[in-house]
């Protein structure tokens, strides 16, 4: 019986990143040289936005997130003020626009990299580069899921890295064939990696050791291929906006058969 052993460890030493540092070099001299072929580096998005300047005053972050939204998906207003959740210029649907106030400077919000999976590339690239070895990168960030509370570290941009197993198809053991089975291997790494770098600990980048064959190399789809398409979302609009826009059609509908029943009397 064949066994597979999954290791998951933080690379040390990496300071408070600024705008314009080089991560690559960065995140190799934390390595070490611990690092070997086939690991699969999970880079928390917040060091990738910084390194990227993508910081911008706080009095200006209801514009900012206006900017990086093309579609509000729900919005709700409650004691603590409006909850948004919007999908950003990268069709990532999530609160706010993923722009956030933990962890930066006093003043200041943090915008997500403007295109994660090029992002990924470029460390990818260097750490290629710099190594000579193959390795996978995901750039990481913290969502909300609908039906559960609490959050978890997801796939935002990937290189080199296999994030969507597609098993459909396959017979199971019983012989019997998988329809939708598709697991999110990236999502999956990304939530594993978040275990032992947590959100205080100052360590935003992690080592993921095991999952060799997922390293796929330069023709990695990257971290758009877990974006579900908006023709097949059940769930594209939130309770409130859906009820709205049927109430909508229902009175347009209503007016239009009073004027089709009068102009035809």
Same mark, same amino acid.
């Given at each position: 019986?064949?066994?597979?052993?999954?290791?998951?460890?933080?690379?040390?030493?990496?300071?408070?990143?600024?705008?314009?540092?080089?991560?690559?070099?960065?995140?190799?001299?934390?390595?070490?040289?611990?690092?070997?072929?086939?690991?699969?580096?999970?880079?928390?998005?917040?060091?990738?936005?910084?390194?990227?300047?993508?910081?911008?005053?706080?009095?200006?972050?209801?514009?900012?997130?206006?900017?990086?939204?093309?579609?509000?998906?729900?919005?709700?207003?409650?004691?603590?003020?409006?909850?948004?959740?919007?999908?950003?210029?990268?069709?990532?649907?999530?609160?706010?626009?993923? +722009?956030?106030? $933990?962890?930066?400077?006093? %003043?200041?919000? &943090? =915008?997500? /990299? @403007?295109?994660? #999976? *090029?992002?990924? !590339?470029?460390?990818?690239?260097?750490?290629?580069?710099?190594?000579?070895?193959?390795?996978?990168?995901?750039?990481?960030?913290?969502?909300?899921?609908?039906?559960?509370?609490?959050?978890?570290?997801?796939?935002?941009?990937?290189?080199?890295?296999?994030?969507?197993?597609?098993?459909?198809?396959?017979?199971?053991?019983?012989?019997?064939?998988?329809?939708?089975?598709?697991?999110?291997?990236?999502?999956?790494?990304?939530?594993?990696?978040?275990?032992?770098?947590?959100?205080?600990?100052?360590?935003?980048?992690?080592?993921?050791?095991?999952?060799?064959?997922? +390293?796929?190399? $330069?023709?990695?789809?990257? %971290?758009?291929? &877990? =974006?579900? /398409? @908006?023709?097949? #979302? *059940?769930?594209? !609009?939130?309770?409130?906006?859906?009820?709205?826009?049927?109430?909508?059609?229902?009175?347009?509908?209503?007016?239009?058969?009073?004027?089709?029943?009068?102009?035809?009397?």
């Amino acid at each position: 019986m064949s066994s597979r052993t999954l290791s998951v460890f933080v690379l040390d030493g990496i300071p408070e990143i600024q705008r314009g540092d080089d991560l690559v070099g960065v995140i190799c001299g934390a390595a070490g040289g611990s690092l070997q072929p086939g690991d699969i580096l999970v880079v928390t998005s917040k060091i990738v936005s910084k390194a990227e300047g993508r910081e911008v005053p706080a009095v200006d972050r209801e514009l900012a997130i206006e900017q990086e939204t093309v579609r509000v998906v729900a919005e709700r207003v409650h004691d603590g003020g409006v909850t948004r959740i919007v999908e950003n210029r990268n069709g990532l649907v999530m609160a706010a626009a993923g +722009v956030d106030a $933990s962890n930066v400077a006093d %003043g200041m919000v &943090l =915008l997500l /990299p @403007a295109d994660p #999976d *090029l992002s990924a !590339q470029r460390l990818r690239e260097g750490i290629q580069r710099t190594l000579g070895i193959e390795v996978g990168v995901i750039v990481s960030d913290t969502f909300g899921r609908p039906w559960r509370l609490g959050q978890t570290d997801v796939v935002i941009g990937a290189a080199g890295v296999t994030v969507l197993v597609d098993f459909r198809g396959v017979e199971d053991t019983h012989g019997h064939a998988l329809v939708v089975t598709a697991p999110a291997v990236g999502d999956e790494i990304a939530a594993a990696a978040d275990l032992v770098k947590g959100k205080t600990g100052g360590t935003p980048v992690a080592v993921v050791r095991g999952l060799e064959h997922l +390293v796929s190399g $330069s023709a990695s789809p990257g %971290g758009a291929a &877990l =974006l579900r /398409p @908006a023709v097949d #979302d *059940l769930f594209s !609009q939130g309770a409130a906006e859906a009820y709205a826009a049927g109430f909508a059609a229902g009175r347009a509908a209503a007016g239009k058969a009073v004027a089709e029943s009068e102009a035809e009397r």
